[in-house]
């Protein structure tokens, strides 16, 4: 394998449709593998070192306004509804939501002590009235270790009643990670800093968090025209 046999498998990825994102995935694996081989002793050379990587767009950033977020949970299946809630008001994951057990919630149900994260780094999420208020509910309903659940078995699929409620509300181009968007865009605009927001999400770097940076700026723009309102000069 040398770098000309990788730049043609990056055009055969590329030509095959595959994303810039995913193809650079498969590079960064590929780059791996030989550094390890290198290691071991298998090889003296890493062929991928020196290729580059392909130009990525902007990472999406798909938020819901409140009444757009409003309709999805009146459209939601009663099973998702406190999901969704959950979703859109801690920024948890997906898995991280469905994992969730009643072990992990504080007592006095102000936060959550998340253990089993895609970072693999423990976080602590601490919730706002109406998320706590979720979990308050849940738990006179609670039936074994798992706060989401169904019959007392933990939910592993939600995709159905999701497509459905997304179709009643009447919603297009959104997935269920975007209410971590649209918790995170609603926390910027609503003043949080960007640090206490990576902190929120679990980011490793604020990098990953100034996606948001242009919705604090607004918020910024927004705050110092209503000076017009107060100051006459």
Same mark, same amino acid.
């Given at each position: ?5 990788? @730049? ?12 810039? %994102?995913?193809?650079?995935? *498969?590079? %960064?694996?590929?780059?791996?593998? !030989? ?31 409140? *009444? @757009? ?6 459209? %939601?299946?009663?099973?998702? &509804? ?8 801690? #920024?948890?994951? =997906? ?5 969730? =057990?009643?072990? *992990? ?11 089993? $994260? ?7 999420? !601490? ?9 308050? @509910?849940?738990? $006179? ?19 159905? #009643? ?7 509300? #009447? ?17 910027? =605009?609503? #003043? %949080? *800093? ?5 902190? =929120? ?29 107060? &100051?006459?000069?």
């Amino acid at each position: 394998i040398t770098p000309y046999r990788v @730049e043609e498998f990056k055009a055969l990825r590329l030509a095959g449709g595959y994303a810039p %994102a995913s193809i650079n995935r *498969d590079l %960064a694996l590929l780059k791996n593998m !030989f550094t390890v081989a290198i290691l071991w002793g298998f090889v003296e050379e890493n062929p991928v070192r020196n290729v580059r990587l392909l130009r990525e767009p902007p990472p999406r950033t798909r938020y819901l306004a409140p *009444d @757009e977020l409003e309709r999805l949970i009146f459209a %939601a299946p009663r099973h998702l &509804v406190p999901i969704i809630k959950i979703a859109a008001l801690t #920024g948890m994951r =997906m898995g991280e939501i469905l994992g969730l =057990m009643w072990e *992990d919630v504080a007592p006095d149900g102000g936060s959550v002590r998340l253990t089993r $994260t895609k970072t693999g780094e423990a976080r602590t999420v !601490f919730l706002c009235g109406a998320a706590r208020a979720v979990l308050v @509910e849940l738990r $006179t309903k609670a039936r074994g270790s798992f706060v989401f659940h169904h019959g007392g078995r933990r939910f592993t699929y939600i995709n159905n #009643g999701w497509r459905k409620a997304l179709r009643l509300a #009447g919603i297009d181009d959104f997935r269920f990670h975007d209410l971590r968007h649209t918790f995170a865009s609603h926390m910027v =605009m609503s #003043g %949080a *800093d960007l640090p206490t927001v990576q902190a =929120m999400l679990g980011h490793k770097t604020i990098t990953m968090t100034m996606r948001y940076s242009h919705l604090s700026a607004r918020h910024i723009r927004e705050a110092v025209a209503k000076l017009d309102e107060v &100051v006459r000069i």
